[in-house]
């Protein structure tokens, strides 16, 4: 594959990333359960984003690993009152081994985030731990009582449109 044609497939997949996210926070939005806000690394520290997408190895630094790693999303539950943080990603398909990859990526600095695992065939969400522990087996579906299903399906079907 060419270096061109690679960028673009990089690129397309960084675009249909960014889009899953904006679905999936006005999903979460509007649910009425949940405020949303962005919080992932390039939006909370763009400028040091910036500087370290040119850097050979800007994971040798002491805690870059972390801060590149933050979650996509600060969802608070207003009915619980409390605070979730969702790393969100877009597969055609879900895989167990997809979602324990994607979990083993955050559960070293970020043990307490979800995982919004948004494929076809349906919108997962689990503790990335929990994830790990089953080794990416029977990923939760997103519960209805966060998100009705009819709402999960309006937004799922938006992503489809997408391509």
């Known amino acids: 594959m060419s ?4 960028q673009l497939t990089i690129d397309e997949s960084i675009e249909k990333g960014r889009a899953a996210e904006e679905l999936a926070k006005d999903m979460f939005e509007e649910s009425g359960r949940f405020t949303v806000y962005d ?13 370290q997408k040119h850097k050979d190895n800007p994971d040798g630094i002491t ?23 969702a790393e969100v990603k877009h597969y055609q398909k879900y895989t167990p081994q997809a979602a324990l990859r994607e979990a083993k990526k955050y559960a070293a600095h970020w043990p307490e985030a979800y995982l919004l695992f948004i494929a076809e065939d349906g919108i997962r969400m689990e503790l990335v731990t929990n994830i790990i522990k089953r080794k990416g087996e029977k990923m939760s579906k997103l519960s209805k009582n966060w998100v009705p299903l009819a709402l999960q399906s309006k937004y799922l079907e938006k992503l489809s449109a997408l391509k």
């Not at 270096?3 to 690679?6: D, L």
């Not at 919080?39 to 500087?51: D, H, M, S, T």
């Not at 805690?63 to 943080?85: A, H, T, Y």
């Open 3 to 6: 270096k061109e044609k690679n």
């Open 39 to 51: 919080f992932g690394y390039g939006i909370v520290l763009p400028e040091l984003a910036r500087r």
């Open 63 to 85: 805690g870059m690993r972390k801060i590149r790693s933050m979650p996509d999303l600060i969802m608070i539950d207003e009915i619980r009152r409390q605070g979730i943080l």
